[in-house]
T-cell receptor, first 113, second 115 residues
């Protein structure tokens, strides 16, 4: 079965510090994609970063990087230099075959001044 | 600044009434997804389309929900009759499939309350 697991329901981080949000996935597909989305309290879903299963390098987008460990089936999101505006829900997602995308349960991140 | 447009943003209705939610995907995108988000269930995929053809609606209660794409600029999600348990935020997302990449861009959502 294809599944996304996010084991941290809630996380706290001090402003300006780095934080890692965990994500593990389960799939038998060889070709797949992994995503992270941010959902602030306003409710919108904002795309952050993408990693393809065949990508050699870890994806980076500004302060966001994805720590992709294929053998362990993990795709952790690293946010460097946390800002107060990073406080939000973060969802890990996986694109499976036939373009279907499934989401994990999310991690609530709170950045403390 | 291209974005997915959903209407209405908020809908309050009484049990038994028909609800229609609309979505205008980003021009040029070839996939459209409907999700429902609740506190209890999180994000659930209801239906998705590729090139306007429905590929999967297994997550949708068939007896009361229906999803269509009458043309490339409009996707609809209907609930008839609505029930209080349908109260949720409904998101539409569109994307462009490029190889294994299909980044979805979400609309602002429709917050539905069924009384």
């Amino acid at each position: 079965a294809q599944k996304i697991t996010q084991t941290q329901p809630g996380m706290f981080v001090q402003e300006k510090e780095a934080v890692t949000l965990d994500c593990t996935y389960d799939t038998s597909d060889q070709s797949y994609g992994l995503f992270w989305y941010k959902q602030p309290s306003s409710g919108e879903m904002i795309f952050l970063i993408y990693q393809g299963s065949y990508d050699e390098q870890n994806a980076t987008e500004g302060r966001y990087s994805l720590n992709f460990q294929k053998a362990r089936k993990s795709a952790n999101l690293v946010i460097s230099a946390s800002q107060l505006g990073d406080s939000a829900m973060y969802f890990c997602a996986m694109k499976t075959s036939y373009d279907k995308v499934i989401f994990g349960p999310g991690t609530s991140l709170s950045v403390i001044p | 600044d291209a974005r997915v447009t959903q209407t209405p943003r908020h809908k309050v209705t009484e049990m038994g009434q028909e609800v229609t939610m609309r979505c205008q995907p980003i021009l040029g995108h070839n996939t459209v997804f409907w999700y429902r988000q609740t506190m209890m269930q999180g994000l659930e995929l209801l239906a998705y389309f590729r090139n306007r053809a429905p590929l999967d609606d297994s997550g949708m209660p068939k007896d009361r929900f229906s999803a269509e794409m009458p043309d490339a600029t409009l996707a609809t999600l209907k609930i008839q009759p609505s029930e209080p348990r349908d109260s949720a935020v409904y998101f539409c997302a569109s994307g462009l499939v490029l190889g294994q990449k299909n980044i979805q861009y979400f609309g602002a959502g429709t917050r539905l309350s069924v009384l």
